[in-house]
């Protein structure tokens, strides 16, 4: 862009702050402490005012428009979460307070604990991981502390069905595990047999996500778990996407022993650049005594007695996963959300995430070949080069920009080939659906017609098509240079 940069904009001598006259003593810093110059910009108030608000309308979010990232669940982050994050009482606190202190923060922590618990089934949440592929890890560090515990610390192969999230088989790796990839079955279901020639006493466990990363819910998952069980491993579950599942089933009811949650998805807390992650687990009870450490209890002295909230460590804790407790203030807006919701609200939003999803399936069907095409769950993964064309589902994320659009996750799940993995979320009405569709029909028109444009789409976007590996590589924060 050809604005001028703060540095351009610059002039020797111009105040930006006109700071009262010091009426205290001035003392000496140490000189290792001191710099001469720093070579920041000299501006006026209104000139930084106005080039950070000229930054943020560059920005696109859930608030600026539809945010259709697969797998990513960016659903509208609700105003109210924010003011109660906000309240002094949770936002003005500190962890090394002595817990009589924070009676209120331990308790809403317990809350949310509990209300995980119930909502997808497991007798013990700790609310610690820092985001979910965090929580995979604490996760397959319990998996592997409990096989130790119980004498079966040989077991070292987790399976990691091919259509997984990345983190799964990263997180495997770094536990110290063998990945071992299944493949997936011409439903788009996890392949049973494959699963059954793996079962060993070697196996420590799988790694399922439920629904799957097409949007598929697994059509054999009790077979699956009771495979995995009857040889002696675990089932983890991703729960990145419990969005269609919460209020209607619970991955604890089918067999799951453990699972990390996603607040910044499904409980709708800021994502991404909007704010840190935060990724608890759930376990079952046998896992319980592993969970990390610290996590909220309550004890009341007698019937009728005020709570008291305190943190212990379970009997045989991995320990520590984050430095204090957690992202915080991630659990205040998703209990927010939670108690907005409530138990009926939490399943009408499953419900209608599901709708949308096949409402856009359906709608794109007739220009995006659907290679795994039944019902989904709340998201679907088409191919993104529109029927009787070449173009790379690359060439239609990037269009996409020009009409608005966030585009979908692209290339995931590495099974489907040019994937455009599509993922409204219940808070999109009907009218942006139907805009959404609008602009990827056209744009499969333009792709028959005359590509041109969709080759080297963006063409409004402040920069036009980048060299991604690049710009995240080689990524400038300065702007002086
Ligand atoms: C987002 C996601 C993860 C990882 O969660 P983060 O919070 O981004 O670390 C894992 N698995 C799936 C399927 C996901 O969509």
């Known amino acids: 862009m050809d604005e001028p940069t703060l540095y351009k904009l610059s002039a020797a001598g111009r105040p930006s702050a006109a700071l009262p006259e010091c009426d205290v003593e001035e003392s000496e810093l140490p000189s290792c402490l001191m710099r001469n110059t720093i070579g920041l910009p000299q501006l006026s108030e209104p000139q930084v005012a106005r080039h950070y608000m ?36 949770f936002s003005l606190i500190h962890p090394l307070q002595d817990p009589e202190s924070v009676q209120g923060a331990l308790a809403l922590m317990f809350d949310l604990q509990q209300r995980l618990e119930e909502i997808a089934g497991f007798a013990r949440v700790a609310l610690q991981p820092a985001a979910g592929a965090q929580g995979e890890l604490t996760a397959l560090l319990m998996i592997r502390a409990y096989n130790r515990w119980r004498g079966e610390g040989q077991r070292d192969v987790v399976l990691v069905p ?75 579950g991703d729960g990145a996407n419990l969005n269609a599942l919460t209020g209607i089933t619970k991955p604890g009811d089918f067999g799951i022993d453990l699972m990390h949650f996603n607040l910044h998805k499904t409980f709708a807390t800021p994502h991404g650049g909007g ?31 005020h709570p008291i909230y305190v943190l212990v460590s379970p009997e045989h804790s991995i320990g520590r996963m984050v430095a204090f407790h957690g992202n915080f203030g991630m659990f205040v807006r998703a209990w927010a959300y939670l108690c907005r919701l409530g138990a009926e ?21 007739e220009d995006y070949n659907i290679p795994f095409d039944r019902t989904c769950m709340h998201e679907f993964v ?100």
């Open 345 to 365: 609200g939490l399943r009408e939003a499953a419900m209608h995430a599901v709708l949308n999803a096949n409402y856009l399936r359906v709608e794109l069907s």
């Open 275 to 305: 704010g840190p992650g935060s990724g608890p687990v759930g376990v079952s009870a046998a896992l319980a005594p592993f969970l990390p450490s610290p996590v909220v209890d309550r004890y009341q002295a007698a019937v009728g007695e």
């Open 382 to 481: 088409c191919e993104g080069t529109p029927k009787g064309t070449s173009i790379r589902a690359l060439d239609v994320a990037k269009r996409l920009m020009d009409y608005g659009f966030h585009p979908p996750t692209n290339y995931f799940p590495l099974i489907v080939k040019e994937a455009l993995m599509i993922e409204p979320t219940e808070t999109e009405d009907k009218a942006t659906l139907d805009s959404f569709v609008r602009a990827m029909r056209q744009i499969a028109n333009e792709a028959r017609a005359d590509p041109r444009d969709l080759r080297d789409a963006p063409h409004w976007t402040p920069v036009r098509r980048l060299d991604e590996v690049k710009a995240a590589r080689d990524l400038i924060v300065s702007e002086e240079t």
């Open 162 to 236: 091919d259509s997984a999230h990345g983190t799964n088989p990263a997180s495997v790796t770094m536990a110290g595990y063998i990945a071992v990839e299944v493949p997936s079955d011409e439903r788009g279901d996890v392949d049973l047999e494959a699963v059954k020639a793996a079962c060993d006493d070697r196996l420590a466990g799988i790694m399922l996500t439920n629904p799957n990363t097409l949007g598929l819910f697994e059509e054999r998952i009790s077979e699956l778990v009771e495979l995995v069980h009857e040889c002696g491993g675990l089932v983890y």
């Open 54 to 89: 000229r930054l943020s309308q560059r920005n696109y979010g859930v608030d600026t428009g539809l945010y259709p990232l697969g797998s990513c669940t960016m659903k509208y982050n609700p105003k109210a979460s924010e003011i109660w994050a906000r309240l002094p009482g």
